[in-house]
């Protein structure tokens, strides 16, 4: 099974509204990277959380990482019509510096 | 200006030809990456360069062949191409190791008939 797992699959949110994306990873990592995807694009770097931090903020977003459940989670708040994309996250382990494993992704779509 | 731009965006071809897609980035950055992203969407690295030098490749059939003629271009190269290569080929680069931030060509949207 992959390393890093998004939940849900698929959200559908009206604009305005909270969305709140979950990561689960099964090894240790470095750090975990969260990514845009609009349709037909190239991914997008968001934010990126070490281990040894606890949450973080940009813009919009805030990240979360628990290293003892091995989970985090992206919230975007008052959401826009702008952020319908897909989101993954990406762990960077601590045994390979060498590539991130992505998650397969949540679907966003925020309903003007 | 394109950080990290990929040619052709779009590659349609018969099954059993040889294609070939090319990324160049103007980013400064030491390492660059080949990922498929299949129809579900999941995003598989195949190959990373830093330096021009080979450092991963993931059990990629030897069908496809990256080259690195220089820092800023990672070019990859499909032989005998089959219906499942059928994806989207994503160029990515960064600066160091992946515990940094990417950044991601368009995509390359490759379809075998």
Avoid at chain 1, 7 to 31: F, H
Avoid at chain 1, 80 to 89: G, I, K, P, V
Avoid at chain 1, 94 to 100: F, G, I, L
Wanted: glycine share 6%; hydrophobic share 30%; proline share 4%.
């Amino acid at each position: 099974s992959q390393q890093g797992e998004e939940d849900p699959q698929a959200l559908s949110i009206q604009e305005g509204e909270n969305a709140t994306m979950n990561c689960s990873y099964k090894t240790s990592i470095n750090n975990l990277q969260w990514y845009r995807q609009n349709s037909g694009r190239g991914l997008v770097h968001l934010i990126l959380i070490r281990s040894n931090e606890r949450e973080k903020h940009s813009g919009r977003l805030r990240v979360t990482l628990d290293t003892s459940k091995k989970s985090s989670s992206l919230l975007i708040t008052a959401s826009r019509a702008a952020d319908t994309a897909s989101y993954f996250c990406a762990t960077a382990l601590k045994t390979s510096y060498d590539k991130v494993i992505f998650g397969p992704g949540t679907s966003l779509s925020v309903i003007p | 200006d394109t950080a990290v731009s990929q040619t052709p965006k779009y590659l349609v071809t018969q099954m059993g030809n040889d294609k070939s897609i090319k990324c160049e980035q103007n980013l400064g950055h030491d390492t660059m990456y080949w990922y498929k992203q299949d129809s579900k969407k999941f995003l598989k690295i195949m190959f990373s360069y830093n330096n021009k030098e080979l450092i991963i490749n993931e059990t990629v059939p030897n069908r496809f062949s990256p080259k690195s003629p220089d820092k800023a271009h990672l070019n990859l190269h499909i032989n005998s191409l089959e219906l499942g290569d059928s994806a989207v080929y994503f160029c990515a680069s960064t600066t160091g190791n992946s515990y940094n931030e990417q950044f991601f060509g368009p995509g390359t949207r490759l379809t075998v008939l």
